[in-house]
């Protein structure tokens, strides 16, 4: 697996299906604004569930900020919008089930065998200004996106 990338790279631009059942185009999301993509291990896990609902909680803040959040597992787009209706989360959620678009950032799995769980924050022009990794500090993940998107 290439490393993973950080701040100054170029995000890969990729397409994937979200659980609202339409494609997702970074590079179209990218015309209207940053995008905070973060990678997560699995729908329904309690570090999981916390991190979504900390983005879900501080939603209306990325909005006033411009930026679009967007959660990456490899979890269907069936499970997603169970996952999504259960906890209100009022942002996409895509399928990345073969795990491509995770290698092409280089996202590591943790303790070699958990996805791992990383946030990115990505300008307009699609170059990374900010990741964070950390797989039990799912509140920092938003806390670092917000840092970032405020400097931008």
């Known amino acids: 697996m290439p490393r993973q990338l ?27 604004g940053p995008v905070v993509l973060f990678f997560y291990p699995k729908d329904d896990t309690p570090v999981c ?15 006033g900020k411009g930026a679009q959040i967007v959660g990456v597992s490899r979890d269907s787009t069936e ?23 995770r290698a092409a950032f280089g996202v590591k799995k943790t303790l070699g065998f958990f996805d791992g769980r990383v946030t990115f924050v990505i300008d307009r022009e699609g170059v990374i200004r900010h990741a964070f990794s950390s797989a039990l500090d799912a509140s920092r993940h938003v806390d670092e996106a917000l840092e970032t998107l405020t400097r931008l």
């Open 6 to 32: 950080g701040p100054g790279d170029r995000a890969p631009d990729f397409t994937l299906p979200s659980h609202l059942g339409t494609p997702f185009a970074l590079s179209d999301a990218l015309s209207r």
């Open 49 to 63: 569930i916390a991190e979504a609902c900390a983005f879900r909680d501080r939603h209306q803040v990325f909005i």
């Open 79 to 101: 499970r997603h919008q169970s996952f999504a209706g259960r906890y209100d989360l009022p942002y996409t959620l895509l399928s990345d089930e073969a795990g491509e678009v």
